[in-house]
């Protein structure tokens, strides 16, 4: 598995992912790549998508076939797993054979997510977030890339989506699942009851979490076949 940890394109990284990722390597009885991408502000998403996509060919000249790489992330690492993947379909690269979203952001247009209720219900990641990210990050320009909601999804591997009820990107993992869906991708959306922003990093304390590890553990051992070449 190759993994992209979340924190707004701004944060987070080994230390604060790896519990979660260990958690997800154990159930899934998978060796992880955790990226140590480079972050805003000081460099762009473009330069994380390339650092993506440079630990995947790392992985295929390591000996892995592409259908044995699932690429995985949250939150805004969940957006990197998506335009990796999609980057390497585009560049005519070898693609993963799965893609695991927990969280994901897909769309960067705020309009639909800040009217939604969850915008005022989802206690780590409040409406008020997006916009103070935009700020921060300097994201204005951003909402006129393609985002992955948006572009041409065609020859996605299958794909797992978990997210939690009462969260700000429930909006985002419902309508990628669509377009998916409409693409022809086997895509299994998972709508967590009652949780919140990438919940699945609060295991030690919540049993969802440890049941949501389970099923990612669950679908990463139902399409991840044998283990290297050579």
Same mark, same amino acid.
């Given at each position: 598995?190759?993994?992209?940890?979340?924190?707004?394109?701004?944060?987070?990284?080994?230390?604060?992912?790896?519990?979660?990722?260990?958690? &997800?390597?154990?159930?899934?009885?998978?060796?992880?790549?955790?990226?140590?991408?480079?972050?805003?502000?000081?460099?762009?998403?473009?330069? =994380?998508?390339?650092?993506?996509?440079?630990?995947?060919?790392?992985?295929?000249?390591?000996?892995?076939?592409?259908?044995?790489?699932?690429?995985?992330?949250?939150?805004?690492?969940?957006?990197?797993?998506?335009?990796?993947?999609?980057?390497?379909?585009?560049?005519?690269?070898?693609?993963?054979?799965?893609?695991?979203?927990?969280?994901?952001?897909?769309?960067?247009?705020?309009?639909?997510?800040?009217?939604?209720?969850?915008?005022?219900?989802?206690?780590?990641?409040?409406?008020?977030?997006?916009?103070?990210?935009?700020?921060?990050?300097?994201?204005?320009?951003?909402?006129?890339?393609?985002?992955?909601?948006?572009?041409?999804?065609?020859?996605?591997?299958?794909?797992?989506?978990?997210?939690?009820?009462?969260?700000?990107?429930?909006?985002?993992?419902?309508?990628?699942?669509?377009?998916?869906?409409?693409?022809?991708?086997?895509?299994?959306?998972?709508?967590?009851?009652?949780?919140?922003?990438?919940?699945?990093? =609060?295991?030690?304390?919540?049993?969802?979490? &440890?049941?949501?590890?389970?099923? &990612?553990?669950?679908?990463?051992?139902?399409?991840?076949?044998?283990?290297? =070449?050579?």
């Amino acid at each position: 598995m190759l993994y992209l940890h979340g924190g707004g394109f701004l944060c987070g990284g080994m230390r604060s992912h790896l519990r979660l990722v260990s958690r &997800i390597s154990d159930a899934g009885r998978t060796p992880v790549l955790m990226v140590d991408y480079r972050m805003l502000p000081k460099h762009s998403i473009d330069d =994380a998508v390339d650092d993506g996509v440079d630990a995947f060919r790392f992985l295929l000249a390591a000996g892995y076939r592409p259908e044995q790489i699932v690429v995985a992330g949250d939150s805004a690492g969940a957006y990197l797993a998506f335009m990796v993947s999609l980057t390497l379909r585009d560049r005519r690269l070898p693609t993963p054979g799965a893609i695991v979203a927990l969280s994901p952001l897909t769309k960067w247009d705020p309009t639909r997510k800040l009217g939604h209720s969850n915008a005022a219900r989802c206690a780590l990641l409040p409406g008020k977030a997006l916009e103070a990210l935009a700020g921060l990050a300097g994201l204005g320009d951003e909402r006129d890339r393609v985002c992955p909601a948006d572009a041409d999804l065609s020859g996605l591997p299958p794909t797992l989506v978990q997210v939690g009820s009462h969260e700000l990107f429930l909006v985002d993992a419902e309508s990628m699942t669509e377009r998916l869906t409409e693409a022809g991708t086997a895509c299994e959306l998972q709508v967590w009851d009652r949780q919140v922003h990438v919940f699945p990093i =609060a295991a030690d304390l919540l049993p969802e979490g &440890i049941r949501a590890i389970g099923e &990612i553990g669950r679908f990463v051992r139902a399409v991840v076949p044998g283990r290297r =070449a050579g």
